[in-house]
């Protein structure tokens, strides 16, 4: 089971509202690497955004600089409601 699942389990458990995920059904477990926690008070998952670019890359194909653009206008900018989830910059 992997950090995104033992989330999924314990925010059920704990009866706390579900958190929106990052992707498509069928993409959910694509993400789960770039998944570090959950800000519980607010229900919202959070992600690393250097991982998620990753993802891209390796998973799409896209160069460095395309799966950064699609990051940007894609994922951190797109507004998905109270919970969109928030990006972390990890790598410097």
Known sequence: MNKLEHAIEYMEDVEI????LLGQSEEVNDYAEAFIGVIVDESKA???ED???KVLMERDGMTDMDAIEFFEF???????GDKTPMYIKTDF
Do not use: Q, S, T, W
């Open 17 to 20: 509202e579900p958190m929106l």
């Open 46 to 48: 959070v992600y690393d």
């Open 51 to 53: 991982k998620i670019i």
């Open 74 to 80: 894609n994922i951190r900018g797109a507004y998905m």
